[in-house]
């Protein structure tokens, strides 16, 4: 089966600009996460969805940041406007209900000049 | 709050030798623990899941332990090869939810 896709692969915008990222699950995988990883630090989780619904989104930075999931199938999110602390890799993850491990994407590597 | 404390040193073996990375957590007593794999300009994969009540797992020549009275685990990959040099994660699930919080990662070098 095909594994977890994210687009674009890199992305270089300069502040105050708008940047969406789309990550599309593994088939059948209700659930789909976004996380984070800002340089030098761990990776750290932003949202999870579970289909169409947020579960939780205690990990989004602020309100720039809006991460939509229409349909339950592929994500987007939003950053807008971006601000220089947002660069980072933004990594994309899914799994089927219950199960424990996460398969993830190769993420977007997202500079904000 | 929870955390988990990885090696921020790399770690640096001979191929042939055991590669031994350590994974401390406080403030916490999850139900699992697992270990990620992660290559530069790739996202993580996963490699080993180990559960509470389970003191260790085995997968060829990767095993983990599991200690929740030290509140540690230990990642060892036996005769490394040169192709087993990447970061290695550890990752917990949060308390009551989905999150999933990872360690830093060690970064395992293995010279031929």
């Known amino acids: 089966e095909a594994g977890v896709t994210q687009f674009p692969s890199h992305s270089v915008i300069e502040k105050g600009q708008t940047v969406t990222l789309r990550c599309d699950p593994i088939s059948g995988h209700d659930n789909l996460y976004w996380y984070r990883r800002v340089m030098g630090k761990e990776i750290k989780f932003l949202l999870h969805?579970?289909?169409?619904?947020?579960?939780?989104e205690s990990g989004m930075p602020n309100n720039r940041f809006l991460a939509e999931r229409t349909g339950g199938t592929y994500s987007t999110l939003k950053v807008q406007p971006a601000e220089l602390e947002d660069s980072g890799v933004y990594f994309c993850?899914?799994?089927?209900?219950?199960?424990?491990?996460?398969?993830f994407g190769p993420g977007t590597r997202l500079t904000v000049l | 709050s929870q955390k988990i404390e990885q090696n921020s040193e790399a770690l640096n073996i001979q191929e042939g030798k055991t590669a031994t990375l350590t994974c401390n957590y406080t403030n916490y007593s999850p139900a699992y623990l697992q270990w990620y794999r992660q290559d530069p300009g790739r996202g993580p994969v996963f490699l080993l899941l180990?559960?509470?009540?389970?003191k260790e797992k085995r997968k060829e020549r990767l095993k983990v332990t599991f200690d929740t009275t030290l509140k540690q685990s230990l990642f060892h990959i036996t005769a490394s090869q040169p192709a087993d040099s990447a970061t290695y994660l550890c990752a917990l699930p949060n308390t009551g939810g989905f999150k999933t919080i990872f360690g830093a990662g060690t970064r395992l070098f293995v010279k031929a």
């Open positions: 969805f579970v289909k169409e619904s947020k579960q939780d």
């Open positions: 180990i559960r509470e009540n389970e």
């Open positions: 993850a899914s799994n089927r209900g219950g199960a424990d491990t996460q398969y």
